[in-house]
Nanobody, 121 residues
Framework: QIQLVESGGDSVQAGGSLTLSCAAS??????MAWFRQAPQKEREGIVL????????HWHDSVKGRFTISRDNAKKTIYLHMNNLKVEDTAVYYC????????????????WGQGTQVTVSS
C-alpha cells in the first residue's frame, strides 16, 4: 500500500491562495486524487490526476480556481488553490491507487491523514 503524507494546510482569508502537497512513497501508475471533507458533510472528490499528469473529473465548485499537478521525480502531487472561499473549509485528503477514472472513495486504496484548510471571511 502506498504511503501518502499531505501538507500545506493553513488558515487563510477568503480570496487567498494555498498549495497542498501530497508526498507518496511510490507512484504505481494508477490515478491519484484529492478529496475533502467539511464538518458534518460527506467526503467529496475534487479532482483526479492521470499518471501522465493530465487531470480530470473536476468538482464544479472548484473549477477555474484550483489546479492539480505532479512531480514524478519527487513522487508528489499538488493542489493549487486560488480565490479560496469560506465553503472551501475542510480537511483535504490525498488518495491513490484507483484503476478507474473515478472520484468514488471506494475506488482508492491508499489515503493520507489529511490536512486542514480553514478559510475565513
Amino acid at each position: 500500500q502506498i504511503q501518502l503524507v499531505e501538507s500545506g494546510g493553513d488558515s487563510v482569508q477568503a480570496g487567498g491562495s494555498l498549495t497542498l502537497s501530497c508526498a507518496a512513497s511510490e507512484f504505481d501508475g494508477n490515478y491519484m486524487a484529492w478529496f475533502r471533507q467539511a464538518p458534518q458533510k460527506e467526503r467529496e472528490g475534487i479532482v483526479l490526476i492521470f499518471p501522465d499528469g493530465g487531470d480530470g473529473h473536476w468538482h464544479d465548485s472548484v473549477k477555474g480556481r484550483f489546479t492539480i499537478s505532479r512531480d514524478n521525480a519527487k513522487k508528489t502531487i499538488y493542489l493549487h488553490m486560488n480565490n479560496l472561499k469560506v465553503e472551501d473549509t475542510a480537511v483535504y485528503y490525498c488518495a491513490a491507487g484507483s484503476r478507474y477514472y473515478s472520484l468514488r472513495s471506494g475506488d482508492y486504496v491508499s489515503w493520507g491523514q489529511g490536512t486542514q484548510v480553514t478559510v475565513s471571511s
